[in-house]
Structure formats: C-alpha cells, structure tokens
C-alpha cells in the first residue's frame, strides 16, 4: 500500500490567497483526520470524517477553514484568504473504523508545509 | 475532555545513556494508548500501542511502554539510546469510548536529542 498520499508537498502562497490541500487516505480506511502543526501549539486536530462525514470540526480555527471528502479515497482542506499566521504543516491521516486489532490506529501522510508571506 | 500530558519538553542525552518519557492522561475509562515517533522533517510514524493486555508493551526499534492504570500513565522506555533516535515523541490516547472514541489526543511532543 502506498500510505496515506498528500499533495502538495510544499505550498508558498500570498496572503489573501486561496489554498487547497489534498490527502489521498489509505484503502479501506474509513475515518480521515485532518491536523496543524506549528511550533507553538503543537498538533491540532481540525476536522474528522467518517465514512466520508464530517463527525467533528470543532478544531477548525475560523470559517476561513473548510474541508470536504467527496468520496472515500479524496479530501481536500481549503483555506480562504489565507493569513500569515496559517503557515503550519498540515497533516493528514486515516485509521480502520471497526474494532479490532488495528482500529483506532492512525497513519499519517507527509505533510504539506504551507507558507504564506 | 481527554488530555495528554508529556513532562519533558527536550531531553538531551549520550548515546548509549537510557531513556524515559513520562506520559500521563487524563480519562480514567477504557483507553487505548499510542507513542508515535517524528523524524526530524518526516510525518508520524507508530511506534508501539497499547489495547489490552500485558501492560508493558514492546515496540520497534527497542522502545517499549509500560501501561500503569493507577497512575494514569504510559512511559517511554529504550535502554540504550543511539543517534538514529534523534526525533519529536508523542504521546496520545483514544476515548472516551463512543462518539469520538475514534479521535485521538495528542501530548505536545517530547523531543529528543542524543548526543553522539
């Protein structure tokens, strides 16, 4: 299996600037996490889906922030205008939703570092 | 809510020198417990799990975990660190159980440095 797939890897963009971030999750994988990471606050939950639903968005910061997952194998996070203080690498993740041996376990993609100036 | 708390925020070490990384939570139900690793400019890898059983837990690499219920935590142990284990280490844990189980909360990360 090729992992949990991110695209881009690196994004510099100008503030006011629409950005879309893309995570391709692993197959069979039904819960799909979308997290920040910054130097100051560590790791962030934004968003989760299940079964392509949004369960819980309480972590995204404002309204500029917006995630969809059209389908089980795509979800894009969008942040429009972007801001300065949006630079962070965005993580993104799956897990198996039934119980078992491997439920619960979350595997990450590499990341998008997004810059915006 | 569930928190995780990781005691150290940078621990420097020799190498060969033993490690432990303290780790505590909150929730005091049925939990399932994760250390997962960040390479320097690399994502989050597993390191090692715990879901039931044997309390002490082994993982990759030589890591290992030991659960203690009373106490709330899920330390971090190698006892013989190398260069190569020069990362970011975090803590976290699923629950409660039900709606969100599925969720899981993170520490804030641990990073390690050791010392050739």
């Known amino acids: 299996d090729a992992g949990v797939i991110q695209s881009p890897r690196h994004e510099v963009t100008e503030m006011g600037q629409e950005v879309t971030l893309r995570c391709k999750p692993i197959?069979?994988?039904?819960?799909l996490f979308w997290y920040r990471q910054t130097m100051m606050r560590g790791l962030e939950l934004l968003i989760y889906f299940n079964n392509n639903v949004p369960i819980d968005d309480s972590g995204m910061p404002e309204d500029r922030f917006s995630a969809k997952m059209p389908n089980a194998s795509f979800s894009t996070l969008k942040i429009q205008p972007s801001e300065p203080r949006d630079s962070a690498v965005y993580f993104c993740a799956s897990s198996f939703g039934t119980s078992g041996r491997y439920s619960y376990e979350q595997y990450f993609g590499p990341g998008t570092r997004l810059t915006v100036t | 809510a569930q928190s995780v708390s990781q005691h150290n925020h940078h621990v420097i070490l020799s190498e060969a020198a033993s490690l432990e990384l303290g780790c505590n939570y909150s929730?005091?139900?049925?939990?399932?417990l994760f250390w997962y690793v960040q390479y320097p400019g690399q994502h989050l890898q597993l390191l090692l799990k715990?879901?039931?059983?044997?309390?002490l837990v082994k993982g990759i690499k030589g890591f290992e975990a030991e659960f203690i219920k009373s106490k709330f935590s899920f330390n971090l142990r190698k006892p013989s660190v190398q260069w190569s284990d020069t990362a970011e280490y975090f803590c976290a844990v699923n629950g409660p159980s039900g709606a969100g189980s599925y969720q899981l909360t993170f520490g804030k990360g641990t990073k390690l440095s050791v010392i050739p």
């Open positions: 715990y879901f039931s059983g044997d309390p």
């Open positions: 929730y005091g139900g049925t939990v399932n």
């Open positions: 197959s069979g994988h039904d819960y």
